[in-house]
T-cell receptor, first 111, second 114 residues
Framework: SQQGEEDPQALSIQEGENATMNCSYKTSINNLQWYRQNSGRGLVHLILIRSNEREKHSGRLRVTLDTSKKSSSLLITASRAADTASYFC???????????FGTGTRLKVLA | NAGVTQTPKFQVLKTGQSMTLQCAQDMNHEYMSWYRQDPGMGLRLIHYSVGAGITDQGEVPNGYNVSRSTTEDFPLRLLSAAPSQTSVYFCASRGGLAGYNEQFFGPGTRLTVL
């Protein structure tokens, strides 16, 4: 079974609005990563947050991590049409090398 | 650097045929992995490798073999293709084994098994 579960499965917003997506996972982790996938293409790394960090920023992206709840959120501020993509979280259980991906959130930003 | 390359981009097989999906990276990364992506399922880990000569199973390894004879190459073999293996296959690599680095993904191979 997959380690991570994102919600919502799909999200549609207007350009300029903020988009928030959530990821829940099952085991203790070293870190959590967020990736973006444009339709039919490979995944692109967005941001990594370590298990001892609670919040991290990168440009218009803000990621939070709550290890007590085994959950993370990705906030995209001032969204643009170009942000339309699927977003995935990925985690590696503590002591392992392998990254397991969640099911993804499909974001659509309407111009 | 070319990054992570995959060949072929598209492939159609008949049930029972075998084939090898190629993956190569030129970043001298120790960690390489194969994922498959089915609609609505996200990515599922098939096999991974932490260095030449070392491989291990992921979430869905049945029906697939891998080997890692060099740092650069990590081919995925389908032994006897089945319609359930119709999917998009992604190869990825990562520098360092501790897990604190991003994974770089190839463009994918779209496989259809009839």
């Amino acid at each position: 079974s997959q380690q991570g579960e994102e919600d919502p499965q799909a999200l549609s917003i207007q350009e300029g609005e903020n988009a928030t997506m959530n990821c829940s996972y099952k085991t203790s982790i070293n870190n959590l990563q967020w990736y973006r996938q444009n339709s039919g293409r490979g995944l692109v790394h967005l941001i990594l947050i370590r298990s001892n960090e609670r919040e991290k920023h990168s440009g218009r992206l803000r990621v939070t991590l709550d290890t007590s709840k085994k959950s993370s959120s990705l906030l995209i501020t001032a969204s643009r049409a170009a942000d339309t993509a699927s977003y995935f979280c990925a985690t590696a259980a503590s002591g392992t090398y392998k990254y397991i991906f969640g099911t993804g959130t499909r974001l659509k930003v309407l111009a | 650097n070319a990054g992570v390359t995959q060949t072929p981009k598209f492939q159609v097989l008949k049930t029972g045929q075998s084939m090898t999906l190629q993956c190569a990276q030129d970043m001298n990364h120790e960690y390489m992995s194969w994922y498959r992506q089915d609609p609505g399922m996200g990515l599922r880990l098939i096999h991974y490798s932490v260095g030449a000569g070392i491989t291990d199973q992921g979430e869905v390894p049945n029906g697939y073999n891998v080997s890692r004879s060099t740092t650069e190459d990590f081919p995925l073999r389908l032994l006897s293709a089945a319609p359930s293996q119709t999917s998009v296959y992604f190869c990825a690599s990562r520098g360092g084994l501790a897990g604190y680095n991003e994974q770089f993904f190839g463009p994918g191979t779209r496989l259809t098994v009839l």
